[in-house]
């Protein structure tokens, strides 16, 4: 609560823009707008102890990869205290669903695993997608640095599609998507790593042709580490007076939790990472996504 009310002074000032802030405490399920636009959130994809290893891992192979490869060409990280790294390679579903940080040879995960009916066939091996954009700007990661950000993948993958089946709200939205039971619904990872506070990311919308149709557009979220508020508005229309015409909304991300934007969401609105005086710690953001079509120029 306390860091609902530092973050209200600091960006909106009054008790009636406080009440489209969420605490983050709670889940969240949301319609946006009449164009299709849904947003869902779920405080916790795991135990707070597994969020707090899987930090501690990817956090070393993000500083390791830092040490081992050459700085990107647009690497800005000097200038915003925000890094970013992406996904590459080919990986077997399995290693997503039985690696761990701890013993993947465990055998109640294993038993636990299967029988949620988690585990596909050994043979079939996907590729990583990426956006060309990424390569000058980002690190490459790839395996076995890859282990624990492609468990949390396939966690947050069931999630996504226990709640796309689900919610009435969904159903519509459900029936326009590529069908995608046989392989993983997500085929691209970006890692933003945030030194504090201070790290942000400014308004905008992730529409970008690669990701298909902006008014079908999924995307899943995973925050580890220090929690930071998430910010949506309504895209800037003509004659709009003020903020209550962009019907801003934030939401609390605690380290652990799922964020899902879906439907027309990237077509109808925007959001960021804003500044944060109040934050002290580090923070990693995990986005998956689906890039469709043939490979572009860049992309390898």
Known sequence: MQELEAFTQQHCGTEEKAAHLHDGVSPLCVTLDTSGSFLWYLPSLTCDEDAARWFQVIQKHLFDTKKELP??????????????????????????????????????????????????????????????????????????????????????????????????????????????????????????????????????????????????????????????????????????????????RGILLHGGSLLVMAGATQAEWQHCLPPDQTCNAPRINLTFRRIVGEKRRGEG
């Not at 890859?146 to 949390?152: D, K």
């Not at 009435?168 to 085929?187: I, T, V």
Request: hydrophobic content about 30%; aromatic content about 10%.
């Open 71 to 248: 700085r990107p060409p647009k690497d800005t990280s000097n200038a915003n205290d925000r890094a970013q790294f992406y996904a590459r390679g080919t990986y077997l579903p399995d290693r997503s669903y039985f690696s761990s940080v701890t013993d993947v040879c465990n055998e109640e995960l294993t038993e636990d695993v299967e029988s949620k009916g988690w585990k596909h066939e050994m043979s079939k091996a996907y590729t990583l997608r990426l956006n060309p954009r990424w390569c000058s700007a980002a690190w490459p990661l790839e395996e076995p640095k890859l282990n624990c950000i492609l468990h949390i993948k396939s966690l947050a993958e069931q999630a996504v599609r226990n709640l796309l089946a689900s919610h009435e709200d969904f159903k519509e939205y459900c029936d326009s998507m590529p069908r995608l039971s046989d392989e993983p619904l997500f085929n691209s990872v970006l890692v933003n790593w945030y030194a504090d506070g201070r790290s942000q990311i400014k308004w905008h919308s992730d529409d970008e042709r690669c990701y298909g149709n902006p008014t079908n557009i999924l995307i899943a979220s995973v925050s580890l580490g220090a929690s930071r508020y998430f910010e949506l508005r309504r895209k800037p229309r003509r004659g709009d007076s003020g903020l209550e015409d962009q019907r801003r």
